[in-house]
Protein backbone atom coordinates (compact mmCIF):
# COMPACT_ATOMS: atom_id res chain seq x y z
CA UNK A 1 0.00 0.00 0.00
CA UNK A 2 0.78 3.53 -0.02
CA UNK A 3 2.78 5.06 2.67
CA UNK A 4 3.15 8.62 3.52
CA UNK A 5 5.57 10.19 6.29
CA UNK A 6 4.39 13.59 7.99
CA UNK A 7 5.34 15.87 10.55
CA UNK A 8 3.83 17.85 12.85
CA UNK A 9 5.38 21.63 12.27
CA UNK A 10 3.27 23.21 15.24
CA UNK A 11 2.28 25.72 12.98
CA UNK A 12 0.21 26.62 10.47
CA UNK A 13 1.22 25.78 6.60
CA UNK A 14 -0.17 27.11 3.63
CA UNK A 15 -0.41 23.48 2.27
CA UNK A 16 -4.01 22.70 2.98
CA UNK A 17 -6.26 24.71 1.38
CA UNK A 18 -8.84 24.77 -1.46
CA UNK A 19 -6.66 25.40 -3.97
CA UNK A 20 -4.41 22.76 -3.11
CA UNK A 21 -6.95 20.33 -2.91
CA UNK A 22 -8.18 20.84 -6.32
CA UNK A 23 -4.56 20.95 -7.38
CA UNK A 24 -4.78 17.16 -5.69
CA UNK A 25 -8.38 16.21 -7.67
CA UNK A 26 -8.13 13.69 -10.11
CA UNK A 27 -3.84 13.53 -10.17
CA UNK A 28 -2.51 10.20 -9.85
CA UNK A 29 -0.24 8.89 -7.00
CA UNK A 30 3.32 10.03 -7.90
CA UNK A 31 2.25 12.80 -10.19
CA UNK A 32 2.51 15.16 -7.74
CA UNK A 33 4.50 15.97 -3.79
CA UNK A 34 3.87 13.39 -1.40
CA UNK A 35 0.82 15.21 0.78
CA UNK A 36 -2.24 13.68 2.83
CA UNK A 37 -4.28 14.89 -0.27
CA UNK A 38 -2.63 12.84 -2.35
CA UNK A 39 -3.41 9.65 0.12
CA UNK A 40 -6.76 10.94 0.52
CA UNK A 41 -7.18 11.02 -3.69
CA UNK A 42 -6.05 7.50 -4.07
CA UNK A 43 -8.52 6.48 -1.48
CA UNK A 44 -11.13 8.40 -3.29
CA UNK A 45 -10.41 7.40 -6.67
CA UNK A 46 -10.01 3.52 -5.69
CA UNK A 47 -13.28 3.39 -3.84
CA UNK A 48 -15.11 5.22 -6.90
CA UNK A 49 -13.53 3.08 -9.85
CA UNK A 50 -13.76 -0.64 -7.86
CA UNK A 51 -16.95 0.29 -5.73
CA UNK A 52 -14.69 -1.11 -2.46
CA UNK A 53 -14.65 0.07 0.60
CA UNK A 54 -11.01 1.51 1.51
CA UNK A 55 -9.16 2.41 4.78
CA UNK A 56 -6.25 5.70 5.56
CA UNK A 57 -4.15 4.35 8.60
CA UNK A 58 -3.06 7.78 10.78
CA UNK A 59 -0.75 5.93 12.89
CA UNK A 60 2.13 8.36 15.39
CA UNK A 61 2.85 9.23 18.79
CA UNK A 62 1.44 11.39 20.91
CA UNK A 63 1.50 15.00 19.10
CA UNK A 64 2.52 13.79 15.58
CA UNK A 65 -0.84 15.59 14.12
CA UNK A 66 -2.92 12.64 13.40
CA UNK A 67 -6.54 14.64 14.44
CA UNK A 68 -5.15 17.19 11.80
CA UNK A 69 -4.31 14.62 9.15
CA UNK A 70 -7.90 13.16 10.07
CA UNK A 71 -9.05 16.08 9.58
CA UNK A 72 -7.57 17.44 6.27
CA UNK A 73 -8.47 13.78 4.73
CA UNK A 74 -12.31 14.25 5.56
CA UNK A 75 -11.90 17.64 4.26
CA UNK A 76 -10.51 16.84 1.31
CA UNK A 77 -13.28 13.89 0.50
CA UNK A 78 -15.89 16.34 1.18
CA UNK A 79 -14.65 19.22 -1.39
CA UNK A 80 -13.61 16.66 -4.07
CA UNK A 81 -17.02 14.57 -3.62
CA UNK A 82 -18.86 17.97 -3.65
CA UNK A 83 -21.04 16.93 -0.45
CA UNK A 84 -23.37 19.26 0.45
CA UNK A 85 -22.64 19.04 4.46
CA UNK A 86 -18.81 20.35 2.77
CA UNK A 87 -17.81 23.11 4.92
CA UNK A 88 -18.78 21.42 7.77
CA UNK A 89 -18.20 17.62 7.13
CA UNK A 90 -14.87 17.72 9.71
CA UNK A 91 -16.74 19.58 12.23
CA UNK A 92 -19.44 16.98 12.78
CA UNK A 93 -17.06 14.19 12.29
CA UNK A 94 -15.07 15.40 14.85
CA UNK A 95 -17.69 16.81 17.03
CA UNK A 96 -17.27 14.78 19.93
CA UNK A 97 -13.46 15.39 20.32
CA UNK A 98 -13.51 17.05 23.22
CA UNK A 99 -15.54 14.86 25.31
CA UNK A 100 -13.39 11.61 23.67
CA UNK A 101 -10.20 13.22 24.79
CA UNK A 102 -11.96 14.36 28.40
CA UNK A 103 -12.20 10.26 28.49
CA UNK A 104 -9.18 9.33 26.96
CA UNK A 105 -6.31 11.94 27.05
CA UNK A 106 -4.42 12.18 30.34
CA UNK A 107 -1.20 14.38 31.55
CA UNK A 108 2.40 12.44 31.15
CA UNK A 109 5.95 12.72 31.46
CA UNK A 110 6.07 13.74 27.72
CA UNK A 111 2.69 15.39 27.09
CA UNK A 112 0.09 17.05 29.19
CA UNK A 113 -2.57 15.65 26.97
CA UNK A 114 -1.47 12.65 26.07
CA UNK A 115 -4.13 10.52 23.62
CA UNK A 116 -4.84 6.86 25.19
CA UNK A 117 -7.10 5.92 23.22
CA UNK A 118 -7.74 5.07 19.36
CA UNK A 119 -9.96 6.19 17.06
CA UNK A 120 -11.89 4.32 13.95
CA UNK A 121 -13.89 6.81 12.04
CA UNK A 122 -16.24 5.41 9.21
CA UNK A 123 -16.91 7.85 6.29
CA UNK A 124 -20.39 6.79 4.50
CA UNK A 125 -20.78 7.81 0.82
CA UNK A 126 -23.57 7.72 -1.20
CA UNK A 127 -24.16 6.11 -4.71
CA UNK A 128 -22.53 9.26 -6.56
CA UNK A 129 -19.70 9.23 -4.08
CA UNK A 130 -20.77 11.77 -2.00
CA UNK A 131 -20.30 11.93 1.85
CA UNK A 132 -24.10 10.86 4.19
CA UNK A 133 -22.45 10.22 7.22
CA UNK A 134 -19.86 9.10 9.26
CA UNK A 135 -19.25 7.61 12.38
CA UNK A 136 -16.61 7.45 15.31
CA UNK A 137 -15.40 4.45 17.65
CA UNK A 138 -13.19 4.92 19.95
CA UNK A 139 -10.89 2.50 22.24
CA UNK A 140 -9.46 2.66 25.18
CA UNK A 141 -6.12 1.69 24.84
CA UNK A 142 -4.88 2.50 28.89
CA UNK A 143 -7.00 0.88 31.23
CA UNK A 144 -4.47 0.35 34.17
CA UNK A 145 -4.44 4.61 34.38
CA UNK A 146 -7.61 4.16 36.02
CA UNK A 147 -5.99 2.63 39.12
CA UNK A 148 -2.34 3.50 39.08
CA UNK A 149 -0.24 6.82 37.34
CA UNK A 150 3.29 6.37 36.75
CA UNK A 151 4.93 9.84 39.27
CA UNK A 152 4.21 12.80 37.64
CA UNK A 153 1.62 11.81 35.30
CA UNK A 154 -2.23 12.02 36.14
CA UNK A 155 -5.38 10.29 35.55
CA UNK A 156 -8.06 10.95 32.58
CA UNK A 157 -8.43 14.54 32.52
CA UNK A 158 -12.40 13.90 33.21
CA UNK A 159 -11.64 12.85 36.74
CA UNK A 160 -10.24 16.16 37.42
CA UNK A 161 -12.79 17.83 35.57
CA UNK A 162 -15.32 16.28 37.93
CA UNK A 163 -14.09 17.22 41.01
CA UNK A 164 -13.60 20.72 39.96
CA UNK A 165 -17.02 20.33 39.19
CA UNK A 166 -18.30 18.59 42.62
CA UNK A 167 -20.09 21.15 43.89
CA UNK A 168 -22.59 21.61 41.05
CA UNK A 169 -26.23 20.97 42.05
CA UNK A 170 -25.67 18.25 39.55
CA UNK A 171 -22.88 16.53 40.52
CA UNK A 172 -23.96 16.79 44.22
CA UNK A 173 -25.18 12.83 44.48
CA UNK A 174 -21.44 11.64 43.38
CA UNK A 175 -20.21 12.69 46.48
CA UNK A 176 -16.98 13.83 45.05
CA UNK A 177 -14.61 15.78 46.72
CA UNK A 178 -10.89 17.38 45.45
CA UNK A 179 -8.41 15.53 43.33
CA UNK A 180 -6.37 15.48 45.98
CA UNK A 181 -9.07 13.64 48.55
CA UNK A 182 -9.94 11.15 45.83
CA UNK A 183 -6.20 9.86 45.34
CA UNK A 184 -6.14 11.07 41.99
CA UNK A 185 -2.67 13.25 41.96
Given at each position: ?????????????????????????????????????????EAY???????????????????????????????????????????????????SNP??????????????????????????????????????????????????????????????????SAM??????????????????
Amino acid sequence: GIILVAMNPYKQLPIYGDAIIHAYSGQNMGDMDPHIFAVAEEAYKQMARNNKNQSIIVSGESGAGKTVSARYAMRYFATVSKSSSRAHVEDKVLASNPITEAVGNAKTTRNDNSSRFGKYTEISFDQSYQIIGANMRTYLLEKSRVVFQVENERNYHIFYQLCASAMQPEYEHLKLGRSQENNLL
